[in-house]
Each structure stands twice: as C-alpha cells, then as structure tokens.
C-alpha cells in the first residue's frame, strides 16, 4: 500500500503523526515513534509563559540599570536561548536520531518578543514549526475579533522569521471558524484541527474542581472530522486531524473527510505503547486493500462536503427524528 502523503510540504512515509506531549519530549520516546512507523513527530511543546516569565525574571535581577537598554537587551536575549535552550537540544538529537521529519512546537499566547527567537529552532534543523496558540475567550470586555486578531499577529510575527513550514494549531473556539480558518490558511502551510486542552472537572465529594481525564475517547473525533470535512477543498493549506483519533477506522475517517495527516497521542497512551502506531497503520492498509484502493490520495476527500451529494448533511446540528427516544416508549 502506498501510504505516502504530502504534509506542509514536506514528504512522509504515511499520514499518522505523533501529536505534542510527553511522548514526544525525549529522544527515546522520539525514536520509538519512528521504528512504530509514525510519518513525522511534533515535539512537545515549549511555552512561551515559560520563556517570559524566567526572561522577566533574568532582567529584574540582572546588575543592568534600568538606564542601559543595551544591557538588558543582552540579558532578554540570553535568558532566551537559555530558556530554548533544552528544546534546541531535543530538535537537534532527534534530528541525529530519527529519519522522519522533526516538528517543532510552541505554544504562545502572544507575538511578543519570543518569535524573533523562532528562527533559532529553524537553526538547529527543525523540518517544521507547529504553533499551539489559544486563549480562552473569558474577558468580557473583549469582543471576538480582538481574540481572532492574537492568531494572525502572531503567525504574522513568526512568519517574519522563519522559512521552515509553519502549522497552527488551534481549539474550534471561534465564533466564525470557517471564515477564520479560511483567512489564515493563506498565512500557514497547515491547520491543526483541533487541539485538545486540559480540562476542568468538579469532584462532588470533595467539593472541589479537579483537572479532568487528560486522555481523549474514540467519540471526541466526530468534532475535528465535521470540519475537515466541511474546509476540505476550501482552505489554501493542509489540514492536520487531531482529537479522539484511536484506531485504523478513526485515520480512514478523518482521510476521507480531506485530512491530510492525522496527529494522535491519546491513544498510544490508552495502550501504554508507542508500538500500537504500528497496528494503526496496519489496520489503515488491510481497509485500504478491503476497498481496492493503493494509495491515500485515491480516496482523501472523498466524503468531504465539497463532493457530497448531500451538503447539508455536513452542517446538520438538530436531531430531527429520533430512533433513541422512541425506544424510550
Ligand atoms: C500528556 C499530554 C501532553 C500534551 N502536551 C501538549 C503540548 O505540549 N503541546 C500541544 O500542542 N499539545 C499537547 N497535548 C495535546 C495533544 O497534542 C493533542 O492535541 C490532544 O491530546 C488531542 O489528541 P488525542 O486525542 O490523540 O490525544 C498534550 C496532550 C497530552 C495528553
């Protein structure tokens, strides 16, 4: 089976990727991903909170006066690389250490200073940035434009400085996603739909809130597979499937909404193995072969709404008949 795919212009061996978080923060972890057979790994995460606050931190305490701008230029951008500095080293390992493509990842909240630093992880040979930017709209003097706009800066301000395929990563938190994702797929060579954040939950024993199950479920990727369907064909950069993809059936689905590539971690942490990526892909060849079909470009998009007989069904949100009440009688 051919299962080669083309992602942010760069070629992978098949559509699965290794989505930011603990598995991929190691080189081992990087390497066990890529003998299971994964296209490409995004790394987890650096964070630009992280980045400010020990940049602040540096400035506040360094010898500098307030009246040598110069000075703490030098201190900003030294405690910069410092701070960068344990993710430049794991691009460069897993750079050395694995043949598939190496993403890199961060997650910011703003086009502050940190972006002029981005081209650094372009340096130390990262194929491709992945941007993991959110804010949680829970300002009420802001209206929704003005959170809209923190995306396009800061792809705007990373843009200036890197050459390297740039992804977006982003939550479905948007008042108008289609137009949204539309105009900034003209800025990014991906969009990652969706990511998946940590989650409150209240423990009514205790009385009190508690972080809720970090893992996804199988159900969560009817949300992302809705919309690829729905951009597939209308947005000018690829699109990336996250959330609640577990199995072969869950890849097939996404690909024949018009992913490009999948990203998955969840479910290789349910299996408590990297190796499981291995049984994905196998599963993705035998429906394939099921189905008469040798490469994924032969069936991407298929069942996207841009080649539907039935458009509508795509956007359909109300139950109009339901079969799950008249059991109930
Ligand atoms: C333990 C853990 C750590 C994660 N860390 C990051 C991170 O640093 N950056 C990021 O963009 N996403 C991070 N994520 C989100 C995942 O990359 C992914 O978007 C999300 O889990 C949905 O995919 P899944 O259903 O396959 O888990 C993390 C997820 C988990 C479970």
Request: aromatic share 4%; charged share 25%; with cysteine.
């Given at each position: 089976m051919n299962l080669t795919t083309r992602y942010m212009g760069m070629s992978l061996r098949n559509p699965v990727i290794v989505s930011s978080s603990g598995i991929t923060q190691s080189v081992e972890g990087i390497e066990?991903?890529?003998?299971?057979?994964?296209?490409?790994v995004v790394l987890k995460s650096v964070f630009e909170e992280e980045i400010q606050a020990r940049t602040r931190g540096a400035v506040e305490s360094s010898l500098f006066p307030t009246s040598f701008p110069e000075g703490q230029d030098y201190v900003e951008r030294y405690s910069h690389e410092r701070a960068f500095s344990h993710h430049l080293e794991l691009v460069r390992k897993a750079k050395q250490a694995v043949p598939i493509p190496v993403i890199s990842s961060v997650h910011c909240v703003s086009s502050g200073g940190w972006t002029d630093y981005a081209s650094r992880l372009q340096d130390v040979g990262?194929?491709?940035l992945e941007l993991n930017v959110f804010v949680l709209p829970t300002d009420f003097r802001r209206d929704s434009r003005s959170y809209e706009d923190v995306y396009f800066r800061i792809v705007e301000a990373v843009r200036r400085n890197v050459s390297i395929p740039i992804a977006l990563k982003i939550g479905s938190y948007f008042s108008?996603?289609?137009?949204?994702?539309?105009e900034l797929s003209r800025s990014v060579d991906a969009l990652?739909?969706?990511n998946r954040f940590y989650r409150l939950d209240i423990d009514v024993e205790e009385l009190r809130v508690v972080p809720a199950e970090p893992f996804s479920d199988p159900g969560e990727s009817v949300i992302p597979m809705r919309w690829i369907s729905i951009l597939s064909g209308r947005v000018e950069c690829d699109l990336a499937a996250n959330t609640g993809i577990h199995d072969g059936t869950g890849v097939?689905?996404?690909?024949?909404a018009g992913a490009t590539a999948v990203q998955l971690c969840s479910a290789l942490y349910r299996q408590r193995a990297i190796e499981y990526l291995s049984t994905i892909l196998d599963d993705v060849s035998a429906w394939m072969a099921r189905h008469g079909f040798?490469?994924?470009?032969?069936f991407r998009g298929k069942l996207a709404q841009e080649n539907s007989d039935d458009p509508a069904a795509h956007e359909r949100v109300?139950?109009?008949?339901?079969?799950?009440?008249?059991?109930?009688?």
């Open positions: 066990r991903c890529a003998e299971a057979g994964a296209g490409a990262a194929d491709g108008g996603l289609a137009r949204t994702a539309v990652v739909l969706f097939v689905k996404q690909l024949l040798r490469s994924v470009d032969e109300q139950f109009v008949l339901q079969t799950a009440d008249r059991s109930l009688t």
